[in-house]
């Protein structure tokens, strides 16, 4: 069974730090690319970093970018999304995504986990 598990997320104050982690299990991991997502209530769904195979490319949201860093364990099966200056606007539920690299097929989505950055 294809599962990609999210956790990590919760309450903390602005200037905080969450560390997300996205566990894959059910599939290749090592095939696929991911991308964490996140959706704001009343907003549309936007990319907010994603980490390539194998070398483990980067890329960030100019939103995020020196703020957030996104890394891989494929020994685990997992990756991971250290946020570290929290703004209240980075309140969202955060997404999981994984899809595969050429030539194989794929594409999975975790159930998310909610952030909140208040007082």
């Known amino acids: 069974q294809v599962q990609l598990v999210e956790s990590g997320g919760g309450l903390v104050q602005p200037g905080g730090s969450l560390r997300l982690s996205c566990v894959a299990s059910g599939f290749t991991f090592s095939r696929y690319a991911v991308r964490w997502y996140r959706q704001a209530p009343g907003k549309e769904r936007e990319l907010v970093a994603g980490i390539t195979i194998p070398g483990g490319s980067t890329n960030y949201a100019g939103s995020v970018k020196g703020r957030f860093t996104i890394s891989r364990d494929n020994a685990k099966n997992t990756v991971y999304l250290q946020m570290n200056s929290l703004k209240p606007w980075d309140t969202a539920v955060y997404y999981c995504?994984?899809?595969?690299?050429?030539?194989?097929?794929?594409?999975?989505w975790g159930q998310g986990t909610q952030v909140t950055v208040s007082t």
């Open positions: 995504n994984a899809v595969a690299t050429m030539p194989w097929k794929g594409d999975y």
